[in-house]
């Protein structure tokens, strides 16, 4: 069973940064999808930041140029660095990873991490 841990949330002034971290336990045979998703009260789960199985990076158009998605070489463990935030960040940020294990096809969530940004 592959399971996602996260961490580095917390409460930032507008224009201040944070990076938030995703690290995944288990056996992973083959990812297939890998990213960062963001819900705020009220809305719903939506894509911030992800890996494309090619391995190209793809966002969000309201955090283009402000955020970075990133993951070391063996992919288990992936970041999201956000800059320049702002108040309409505020959201619990879950990471998320699809693949196959060696019991078969897997979709985990991280636990989530508040991310608040006070005006």
């Known amino acids: 069973q592959v399971q996602l841990v996260e961490s580095g949330g917390g409460l930032v002034q507008a224009g201040g940064s944070l990076r938030l971290s995703c690290a995944a336990s288990?056996?992973?045979?083959?990812?297939?999808?890998m990213g960062w998703h963001r819900q705020a009260p009220g809305k719903q789960r939506e894509l911030v930041a992800g890996?494309?199985?090619?391995?190209?990076?793809k966002y969000a158009d309201s955090v283009k140029g402000r955020f970075t998605i990133s993951r070391d070489n063996a992919k288990t463990t992936m970041y999201l660095q956000m800059n320049n935030l702002k108040p309409e960040d505020t959201a619990v940020y879950y990471c998320?990873?699809?693949?196959?294990?060696?019991?078969?096809?897997?979709?985990?969530w991280g636990q989530g991490t508040q991310v608040t940004v006070s005006s």
């Open positions: 890996f494309t199985s090619g391995g190209s990076t």
């Open positions: 288990g056996i992973i045979l083959t990812i297939n999808d």
């Open positions: 998320n990873l699809v693949g196959y294990s060696p019991r078969g096809p897997f979709a985990s």
